[in-house]
C-alpha cells in the first residue's frame, strides 16, 4: 500500500501508531552539512517504530504536561527498574559550555547501560546504527520517550528549534560515562550489534 510522498520499509504500513506523531525516525543522507537539519536520504525512507524496536529502541507517548503526576510513566519506571530521574535542558542560554557539550553529545558513541529520554519541550534528534552501520535519525518531539539500549552506537543534536527539555531515567544511580569508537567495538555491550550482520539485519526486514 503506497502512501504519496514517503518510501516506507514495509511493503504495507500499519495504521498510524499514535506515538509517531511525537517520534519520528528515517535514514539519512551522507551530508556534512549543518547537523540539526533533517538529513533525509533519497526519497525520505521512513523508518518504522515496530523496526526500531528490533534494534531494541524502545519508545512510548506520554503526556508531558502531567509527568509529575502520570501513572503510565510511573508503570513503565516500576517495570524497568528505572529508580532515578532528573531533567535537562539543551539550548544556548539553559545549557553551560553549551558549544563543547553540544559537540560531545554528536560524537558517535555508546553506553553501557540504557539511554532514556523522555522529551516534555521542544524536540531534538537521536541518531543510531542500524545492524548494517547506517544512521537512522530519530526525531523526538514532545511526549516522546525513547530507550537507546546498551551497546548501540549514537548521538544526539537539537533541531533548528534550538532547544529540548528531557528527563533522564536511570536503573539504579546515574552514569553519563560514553565509550567512542573505535575502543568501544570490543565492549561486551557491543556484542549483540556485532554478532549480526547485515544479511541478518535484511531478513530481518
Known amino acids: 500500500m503506497g502512501v504519496i510522498g514517503h518510501v ?3 511493503e504495507e504500513y500499519h495504521t498510524k501508531d499514535p506515538r509517531e506523531e511525537v517520534i519520528e525516525a528515517w ?6 552539512d549543518d547537523q540539526t537539519l533533517s538529513h533525509h536520504s533519497g526519497q525520505k525512507k521512513f523508518v518504522s517504530l515496530d523496526k526500531l524496536a528490533e534494534l531494541g529502541v524502545l519508545s512510548w507517548r ?3 504536561d502531567k509527568y509529575g503526576n502520570d501513572e503510565e510513566l510511573n508503570k513503565i519506571r516500576e517495570t524497568r527498574s528505572y529508580l532515578y530521574m532528573d531533567s535537562i535542558e539543551v539550548c544556548p542560554k539553559k545549557l553551560s559550555n553549551y558549544e563543547d557539550m553540544i559537540k560531545k553529545f554528536f560524537e558517535e558513541h555508546l553506553h553501557i547501560d540504557e539511554e532514556v529520554r523522555y522529551c516534555l ?52 544511580d546515574p552514569v553519563w560515562t560514553a565509550y567512542y ?8 555491550a557491543r556484542s549483540i550489534f556485532n ?11
Request: no cysteine; aromatic share 16%.
Open 181 to 188: 569508537r573505535p575502543y568501544a567495538d570490543n565492549l561486551p
Open 27 to 32: 535514514y539519512m543522507d551522507d551530508s556534512d
Open 121 to 172: 519541550e521542544g524536540s531534538g534528534y537521536f541518531d543510531v546504527r542500524d545492524y548494517s552501520d547506517v544512521w537512522i535519525r530519530i526525531w523526538v518531539k514532545k511526549g516522546g520517550l525513547i530507550v537507546v539500549p546498551a551497546g548501540i552506537y549514537h548521538r544526539f543534536t537539537l533541531d533548528s528549534s534550538n532547544y529540548i527539555k528531557a528527563i533522564r531515567l536511570f536503573a539504579g
Open 8 to 10: 516506507y520499509e514495509e
Open 195 to 205: 554478532t549480526h550482520t547485515p544479511l541478518l539485519f535484511f531478513i530481518l526486514q
Open 62 to 64: 506520554l503526556d508531558a
